[in-house]
């Protein structure tokens, strides 16, 4: 789904690594046991009076004990890539930011509202639909709702969290470059300069909010981080 | 059970509800207070089901099942105020 | 139509009529939830569509998850169950054949509120199946409370039916049939009810808290202060997720019942499979639920431990899948239709199952959330499993129900084009894990909408194809070819004592044949129809009008308490009120004038509650759930003030001298109420009058105090209306207004007990409801013993 032409945002590489983890479980787990359950269908299928006694045995305790071992090997596999994977939802700490990319967390406010995002930079800017981040800087976006409950969700990143009244919650995502692979369904526009590129209804809500919940999304724009730098001002 | 065991239990019901109220009078440190009193309001509930409910003389099968709802309970308990985070 | 016929049907307290009841009923919600998904399928067939506006489109995506949940799926199990477990397990009916009707009738009720609100100006409830708050109570009319009132009724109907099959699984089984001959499907039932007594409080709960705020203005989902999304999202994923399962088991029940009869060989690892569902899946079930809160901002250890916990369910579902798989090899596989459904059922749950892996990971649902992913992963499980599974049991079942054979080349179409359709419908929805769910519209990016236009197809396939099943049960029903005694061969109860040719509505008049699997115990369900014996006084002994009096009183009540403060709801909650009492007391004078006849018990194991009789083990059973209800309460109280900076200081609300004298009122009264089984149990029933008469004084007394605190407190500011105090007084009101409710019910109760010991009704050997209404007392005694500090104290 992804060219590899581009760059990958970390989170988004995390997640799709991840899922190919469970993609290979799952479809390997789902092939063998329906394969099974089909051969095993037409082996023994009822062929008249001819075919051969039925077993009697009752327990297979046997094939329990084999399951339950495979499947708790399986799962734990499993369970350990997602936990290796728990950086993804992990809110970074300023320290950390710096380590990282040498500056400290951007911070974005967030209200949602029926039906509509409201974005609050840290030069007190805001912004309605519309996300405008720094390539190369670590974005905590700090959610909270004016109204219901809504979900703010950036599938290109593969982040998503709850946006709650009365609460605030966090989610992270770092841009490695002003153009980043984008999915078939968001459509990107870059200015020839290379400073800015903005994707097309990257951010919708994923809860269901009122009549307005369809069409609740915010276009994504990543900007470098000098024009960054020149848009705060020096903050 | 003996009349005199269940004259008995009342009169604890009394006296806990009394030391409630006193606890409260007494102890100002709330979370001190909380503690104290739920462990009383927790002994009562436990003397009415033993006795007034006579849970005690009951095959183990229903005592086991009455404890089965209160396990759930604590888990739903427990995470209520976990989330809160 | 005769008179006779009507009386039969509305009046019904036979198992089988009324399992035949729940079967239609259910049939009929499944139809229109049916028609709701349709209508969405056909909005979102094309990308840009307008054929539902975004406001139908959310009534229909809320109505359709409620109803097909709620109204069919249970239902539809719990008619097979009622008609069935009763049959498999040697009993003539079940414990309490009047309760069974209620249920019934409330559950119809509940369905009635729910269409009724399609109905109101504004229309019905639009906020999703979950509910989610604040949306949920702050969305407009009359119309969701309506349908929230009918989710309570429903509720109340669900926890009476579990607390019946219960005690009848424990109670009633013939000689000879031990639990570990107990026939799988009741097994699964037996687990299915098992979760609904203890999930379904919750849910009751949930919904009065959401519905006291839409009606009468308390403020627990509608302060922000205190987080009310974060409290709806444990109550209702705390139902929420038993229900999942509680909706899968009885699919599966019928699916391990049934494989065996066409495989020709025991079903394979049955110890495991039980092991497995009741001792790991049951009391898990109960433990996973914040898996559907990954998103709200739980701190990321509890998101690791509850997906762990997720994890570890699904390896009792793969210990009973490969059971099933195993249960083919050297068998002799025969593809009738219940055995193409069957196995139909576990390909599909096999996929649903998989997917739910997927979502257990929160690093993986940072995607999966709120989109098509979900939406293809539950109903794999809650349609694929569940649903081929009753499916299958109804083929199965039918020459039981009908003493005739469906047509089994119609059964193999509708197979083929069912797990076609279905698979068409859903698969694709996994490919649009990147689409949010319940969105009216989308624009054409994508693939999005050529899957969306794959999936409606399959929708019209798979509905279309549950035409023929229709047909082919009403074709049976009527002139289906006489089916042999025991079609499939099957040594469970059921068949053993099945007379050909018999129609349910002969039921009342054949004999059951002489000697079954289990040697003498051939039901005799099939001798005590409706109308087998009649009381003194031309009243059928079976029949009782006041399931269906007490359903329509709560009906009318409910459907005025939507309509509160107008004076036309006062009206209708002032004649429900009225209904629901005056019916009560006659189920009461019925018993008095021994007008309903209890079928007898049979003398058979009762491991493990031997030793408890079945009134008692009702009752233990029905406060054990009451237990979770009076919980969630107090959890939603105990989480408001937690999270609320502000509260206003212990006493100065309160009048803590007052509230102390009160306790002691109550708790007094249960020593007096000890004292009065005491005296019964010594044989003297004048002592029992005196103590009883001493409980009801101090009740009423509790009661009197409790009117002054309140008439008091509304003169004090403490009211719903006065912001500062509005969150406290919502807690305070709804918290003991319902433990008030408790007494005034026990009050009524003692009016009828006294009444009978005038009469001398009771002994020193038979006094079993004076001890029940002792322990019910007991119970609203310690209730108040957590109320009063709670709410006084602390």
């Excluded at chain 1, 995390?14 to 479980?25: C, K, R, V």
């Excluded at chain 2, 409910?53 to 009951?58: G, S, Y």
């Excluded at chain 3, 998850?65 to 009993?91: C, D, E, K």
Aim: one cysteine or more; glycine letters at 8%.
């Amino acid at each position: 789904m992804y060219s590899g032409l581009l760059s990958l945002p970390p989170t988004t590489a995390t997640f799709y690594s991840l899922l190919n983890w469970y993609l290979i479980f799952g479809i390997g787990a789902a092939i063998i046991v329906i394969a099974a359950l089909v051969v095993f269908m037409v082996k023994f299928r009822y062929r008249g009076e001819k075919s051969p006694m039925p077993e009697h045995k009752v327990e297979g305790w046997k094939i329990v004990l084999i399951t339950t071992l495979i499947s708790m090997t399986v799962l734990t596999a499993a369970e350990y890539q997602t936990f290796a994977a728990f950086n993804n939802i992990e809110i970074p700490n300023n320290a950390s930011c710096m380590a990282n990319t040498g500056s400290p967390c951007v911070q974005i406010h967030l209200t949602a509202f029926q039906w509509g995002w409201n974005f609050t930079y840290p030069n007190g800017k805001s912004q309605i639909n519309n996300l405008t981040v720094p390539a190369g800087r670590d974005v905590v976006v700090n959610i909270s709702a004016k109204d219901v409950f809504h979900t703010f969700g950036i599938d290109m990143f593969a982040a998503k969290e709850d946006a709650i009244p009365g609460k605030t919650n966090h989610l992270w995502f770092i841009v490695p470059a002003v153009q980043v692979t984008a999915p078939p369904e968001v459509k990107v526009t870059c200015n020839s300069a290379g400073t800015w590129c903005q994707y097309l209804n990257a951010v919708r809500c994923f809860e269901l909010c009122g009549v307005g919940h369809a069409l609740m999304w915010a276009n994504l724009t990543v900007i470098s981080q000098s024009a960054w730098n020149t848009w705060m001002g020096g903050k | 059970m003996k009349t005199s065991i269940a004259l008995g239990v009342w009169a604890y019901m009394v006296v806990a509800v009394l030391a409630e109220v006193e606890v409260f009078y007494m102890i100002t440190a709330y979370s001190t207070a909380a503690a104290v009193i739920t462990v009383l309001a927790t002994s009562q509930a436990v003397a009415v089901v033993l006795f007034y409910m006579q849970l005690k003389d009951e095959p183990g099968s229903l005592r086991l099942f009455a404890l089965i709802p209160i396990m759930f309970l604590s888990a739903l308990f427990i995470a209520l105020l976990a989330s809160l985070g | 139509m005769t008179e006779s016929w009507i009386k039969r049907w509305l009046f019904t307290t036979n198992h089988k009529d009324v399992g035949l009841l729940y079967f239609f009923t259910s049939c009929y919600f499944g139809f229109i939830g049916a028609i709701l998904a349709l209508l969405m399928r056909v909005q979102l067939s094309v990308p840009n569509n307008n054929f539902l506006s975004a406001l139908y489109y959310n009534q229909a995506v809320t109505m359709h998850g409620l109803i097909m949940i709620f109204w069919f799926l249970s239902p539809i199990a719990l008619g097979l169950a009622n008609y069935f477990v009763p049959l498999q397990i040697g009993a003539e009916d079940l414990a309490f054949p009047r309760i069974n009707a209620m249920s019934y009738w409330l559950y119809l009720a509940g369905g009635i509120l729910a269409v009724l609100s399609f109905f109101v100006p504004g229309g019905t409830a639009n906020a999703g199946w979950t509910t989610y708050q604040p949306l949920a109570v702050l969305s407009l009319g009359t119309g969701p409370t309506l349908a929230y009132l009918g989710m309570v009724l429903l509720a109340a109907s669900v926890t009476l039916g579990s607390v019946n099959f219960m005690v009848s699984i424990i109670w009633l089984r013939a000689a000879g049939v031990t639990l570990s001959k107990l026939p799988m499907f009741t097994w699964f039932m037996l687990f299915t009810i098992i979760a609904m007594l203890f999930a379904f409080p919750t849910l009751i709960a949930a919904f009065v808290l959401a519905s006291a705020d839409r009606i009468i203005g308390t403020t627990f989902f509608t302060s922000t202060g205190v987080q009310p999304s974060i409290l709806w999202d444990n109550l209702f994923w705390f139902f929420g997720h038993p229900e999942v399962y509680i909706v899968l088991l009885p699919g599966f029940g019928i699916i391990a019942n049934v494989l065996p009869q066409f495989t020709g060989r025991p079903l394979a690892g049955k110890t495991a499979i039980l092991v497995a569902t009741g001792l790991i899946v049951v009391p898990l079930s109960f433990g996973v639920w914040m898996h559907h809160m990954f998103l709200t901002g739980i701190p990321v250890s509890l998101q690791g431990a509850f997906s762990v916990a997720t994890i570890a369910i699904s390896i009792p579902f793969d210990i009973i899948t490969l059971s099933f798989v195993e249960s083919l090899i050297r068998g002799r596989v025969k593809f009738a239709t219940p055995m193409l459904f069957a196995l139909g059922g576990v390909v599909l749950f096999i996929i649903g199952g998989i997917t739910g892996v997927f979502l257990s990971s929160p690093v993986l649902d940072r995607v999966f959330r709120g989109s098509y992913f979900v939406v293809s992963h539950f109903h794999y499980v809650m349609v694929g499993a569940a649903i081929f599974g009753i499916i299958a049991g109804i083929y199965y079942w039918l020459p039981r129900m009908t003493g005739r054979m469906y047509n089994e080349r119609l059964g193999k179409i509708h197979f083929v084009l069912s797990f076609l359709g279905f698979n068409v419908l859903y698969f694709p929805m996994n490919l649009l894990f990147d689409m949010p769910r319940r969105i009216f519209t989308y624009s054409n990016i994508g693939d999005w909408g050529m899957l969306n236009g794959l999936a409606t197809l399959g929708s019209f396939i798979f509905a279309l194809a549950q035409i023929l099943l229709a047909y082919n049960v009403i074709n049976t029903w009527y002139r289906g070819p006489i089916a042999p005694a025991n079609p499939w061969g099957s040594p469970d109860l059921e068949w053993n004592s099945h007379v050909e040719g018999m129609t349910p509505a002969m039921d009342s008049s054949v004999t059951p044949p002489a000697g079954g699997w289990i040697g003498q115990l051939a039901t005799a369900s099939d001798v005590h129809g409706p109308s087998a014996t009649a009381a003194p006084g031309g009243h059928y002994g079976h029949l009782s009008s006041r399931p269906i009096e007490i359903s329509l009183g709560a009906l009318v009540f409910l459907a005025g308490t939507a309509f509160y403060p107008g004076p036309a709801g006062l009206g209708l909650m002032v004649v429900g009120a009225l209904v629901v009492v005056y019916s009560f007391w006659g189920w009461g004078m019925d018993d008095l004038h021994d007008k309903f006849v209890v079928p007898p018990e049979p003398e058979g194991d009762r491991w493990p509650f031997s030793a408890v009789p079945k009134l008692k083990l009702g009752m233990w059973v029905f406060l054990s759930s009451e237990v979770v209800l009076f919980g969630s309460f107090l959890g939603a109280y105990v989480f408001i003030r937690a999270a609320t900076a502000q509260w206003p200081i212990a006493g100065s609300i309160h009048e803590i001298p007052l509230g102390t004298f009160n306790t002691l009122v109550l708790v007094t009264s249960g020593f007096t109420m000890f004292l009065a089984l005491q005296s019964i149990r010594n044989g003297d029933q004048r002592k029992l009058m005196a103590w009883l008469a001493a409980t009801f004084v101090l009740g009423a007394l509790f009661m009197g105090v409790k009117v002054a605190e309140w008439t008091n407190l509304g003169n004090g500011g403490f009211i719903l209306a006065n912001p500062a105090m509005s969150l406290a007084a919502s807690a305070y009101f709804i918290v003991v207004g319902l433990h008030g409710a408790h007494v005034t019910a026990g009050l009524l109760l003692m009016l009828y007990l006294m009444k009978k010991t005038t009469r001398g009704f009771y002994t020193k050997d038979s006094h079993e409801a004076i001890e029940n209404f002792g322990l019910y007392w007991a119970f609203v005694d310690i209730v108040w013993c957590f109320v009063f500090p709670l709410f006084y104290l602390l």
